[in-house]
């Protein structure tokens, strides 16, 4: 069977060029980076090598970049590195109501622990009102964590207003950058952010490495003990190979970044166009144009998200629902909830998202497939009198 990816926002698969990179790292430069000898050094230069790569890329200084195991261990340690070295100045944080698990989760853990939570409600487009933010600081805040694009709508944050406000007040400003890094521009001074989540698996590299950007002078506790390693901020030998994989995709990114965003708008706008008028009684969820070159994301009323990706996978069309880590659960998507659908739609939700080997015909093949699949379960649906 000829299998159709489409679920590139949960995760991508490695460029080839990114696993030739990587492969002497597994057993010719084996080194520990920490070591003084020679095999260890081969190994430091190469991570130095990559660290500069990806500091160039964000606009940043290499030691402003500090790696670490994915976008998950970027945002929690941006949270209670900085909640720990701050809870003397203060113990209110503001977040989105969008934002990831791998912000909601860690920011309930804080709440437990004494913290005050501000969440910022989006409006029906998934977008955070800057003035909004502004009314939410106290002089207790300590720490304002808004993510760059979300991964579900792929709805794009105004970032760099924020941030401004943050930088005006004296607040630090933190923003998961996952769906976005290797996507579109990602420069932090541009961004005003202070802190900024990256992880590799979403833009051609490798699972289990990402980096966290800290501007220089950040107060930031550690949150890994147990060694020295990126200049104490996170313990753990290096993952070398890991590394060097990220800073290869983020290279080859650099190099495509204008083309793909043409390329992959382009076949975005004709689902966009297409679904509503080959489907009845669907909605397009996250900003017409605020939103990711990648992202498609639709209701549909009377069925279920799950059936309709069920169907899908058994003509080879791979999707998703919402974000991989709901799919699972029976409740509805936070993100839907949060832009005002109601439970039913937000069930009934369907998300492609596209990547650097998407091609047209694949495009053609969905949209012959999916009226029927629709089509077909709203005959089966209790809800729907079709
Ligand atoms: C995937 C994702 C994460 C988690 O990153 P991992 O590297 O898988 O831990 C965090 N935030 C967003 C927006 C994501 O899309």
């Known amino acids: 069977m000829n299998r159709i990816y489409l679920d590139y926002a949960a995760t991508t698969p490695c460029d080839p060029e990114v696993v030739k990179a990587m492969l002497p790292f597994f057993n010719e430069i084996f080194g520990n980076p920490s070591s003084i000898h020679y095999f260890g050094q081969q190994a430091k230069k190469a991570m130095e090598d990559s660290r500069q790569k990806v500091a160039d890329f964000l606009g940043a200084k290499p030691e402003e970049i500090v790696f670490t195991s994915g976008g998950t261990e970027s ?31 860690p920011v309930k853990v804080l709440e437990k622990k004494g913290f005050k939570i501000t969440h910022l409600k989006v409006d029906k487009t998934g977008l955070v009102d800057p003035e909004d ?39 630090y400003f933190h923003s998961d950058a996952v769906q976005t890094v290797g996507h579109i521009t990602t420069n932090v001074n541009e961004l005003n952010v202070d802190l900024l989540s990256l992880s590799a698996h979403k833009f051609y590299g490798p699972k289990g490495v990402g980096a966290l950007y800290i501007r220089r002078g950040t107060k930031i506790s550690s949150f890994l003990h147990g060694g020295d ?12 190979a890991g590394i060097v994989g990220l800073a290869k995709a983020i290279e080859l990114c650099q190099q495509k ?4 965003i043409k390329e992959q708008s382009e076949l975005r706008d004709i689902l966009i166009k297409e679904i509503p008028k080959e489907i009845s009684d669907c909605r397009l969820n996250g900003h017409p144009l605020k939103r990711l070159p990648n ?44 832009i005002g659908l109601p439970h039913e739609l937000a069930h009934g939700s369907l998300r492609l998202t596209l990547g650097r080997w998407t091609k047209k015909e694949e495009i053609d093949f969905l949209l012959e497939n999916l009226p029927k699949v629709v089509d077909k379960l709203r005959r089966m649906s209790p809800l729907s009198n079709k």
Do not use: W
């Open 75 to 105: 945002n929690n340690f941006a949270l209670f590195g900085v909640a720990v070295s701050l809870e003397t100045k203060g113990n209110h944080i503001i977040v989105s109501t969008i934002e990831h698990h791998a912000i909601t989760e």
């Open 257 to 260: 970044l204008p083309q793909e």
């Open 133 to 171: 933010v502004r009314k939410a600081i106290t002089d207790k805040t300590i720490l304002i964590s808004v993510m760059h694009a979300n991964n579900e709508i792929g709805v794009i944050e105004p970032i760099s207003e924020i941030g401004k406000i943050a930088k005006e007040k004296g607040i």
């Open 229 to 240: 390693q990126e200049r104490s901020r996170r313990a753990s030998t290096h993952n070398i």
């Open 295 to 338: 992202n498609v994301n639709f209701s549909f009323a009377f069925i279920e998200g799950e059936s309709i990706l069920l169907h899908l996978d058994m003509l080879g069309i791979a999707a998703s629902t919402g974000s991989a880590c709901t799919s699972s659960s029976l409740e509805p998507s936070h993100v839907l909830l949060a």
